[in-house]
């Protein structure tokens, strides 16, 4: 059986969170309220210093405009870039 190594993903997670915000240009108060959370609850999960319950992951990945298995996915690292960048030709 794998070894699953658990901290990263909530690293992984935590980073693709506030990538996302910041890229959409949201404070963490602002993004907070949208979402209906603290900031200091908001912060934690951005950190990794807490791991969200799959309910707090479809509103943080409403919040951001993107399904939740973008945040989730960790069997591709570049699953973020692709899903959340428009592709402008196919690959050749």
């Known amino acids: 059986m794998e070894h699953t190594d658990y901290t990263s993903h909530r690293s992984e997670l935590a980073e693709r969170i506030r990538s996302l915000r910041v890229e959409q240009g949201l ?9 209906g959370i603290s900031r200091t609850y908001l912060r934690k999960l951005e950190t990794a210093a807490a791991s969200p319950t799959y309910d707090m992951v479809e509103r943080i990945a ?16 570049d699953s973020l870039t692709r899903r959340v960048t428009p592709q402008l030709a196919p690959p050749s």
């Open 27 to 35: 404070s963490t108060r602002k993004f907070s309220l949208m979402i």
């Open 62 to 77: 409403a919040g951001l405009g993107v399904a939740p298995h973008v945040l989730v996915n960790f069997d591709d690292a």
